[in-house]
């Protein structure tokens, strides 16, 4: 599957969840919070580098900053989390989700492989949630939008 691929099939999924979502809360496609953004360039990384995915496919409510890599929980609220980062050739790569100032679930790859996470997450409004590298030194992402990173509201 290409990368468009993979990108049009997650914004579909997170548009299916908004509608079936809005029937029963009444936050509507346009209003319920989601977004995705990968990267455009393969980048070398330094220890607990934030993430900045450039590209920004989604971002209902601006939710997400491409300049900081930050997304800002806008209401508290259940949300599916994912992120997919591969590898550079010859290069190990390890990265983290983090909520605040806490890692959580991580994300490895090596040799143009893609590690993903996938999470399901209380999050209270006001939180900000990042991927970092860890604290490794010289290892690359691969960017051409094969990295990225999205969440979107399941139920309040």
């Known amino acids: 599957m290409t990368t468009a691929a993979i990108i049009f099939t997650m914004i579909g999924v997170i548009q299916?969840?908004?509608m079936v979502a809005a029937h029963k809360t009444g936050l509507t496609r346009k209003t319920r919070p989601a977004?995705?953004?990968s990267l455009t360039?393969?980048?070398?990384l330094v220890a607990k580098q934030v993430m900045i995915f450039d590209k920004v496919w989604l971002n209902n409510g601006d939710i997400?900053?491409?300049k900081t890599g930050?997304?800002?929980v806008p209401m508290n609220g259940l949300y599916l989390v994912s992120s997919s980062m591969m590898s550079d050739s010859g290069t190990h790569l390890?990265?983290?989700?983090?909520r605040n100032d806490q890692s959580n679930v991580g994300v490895f790859g090596?040799?143009?492989s893609q590690g993903t996470l996938n999470t399901v997450m209380d999050l209270n409004k006001g939180e900000c949630l990042t991927i970092r590298h860890d604290n490794r030194n010289s290892e690359n992402v691969y960017g051409v939008h094969w990295s990225m990173f999205s969440a979107y509201l399941i139920s309040e």
């Open 41 to 44: 360039a393969t980048k070398a």
């Open 64 to 66: 997400y900053n491409p």
């Open 70 to 72: 930050v997304f800002t």
């Open 35 to 37: 977004f995705t953004a």
């Open 110 to 112: 090596t040799g143009y």
């Open 16 to 18: 299916i969840g908004q």
């Open 94 to 98: 390890h990265c983290h989700l983090w």
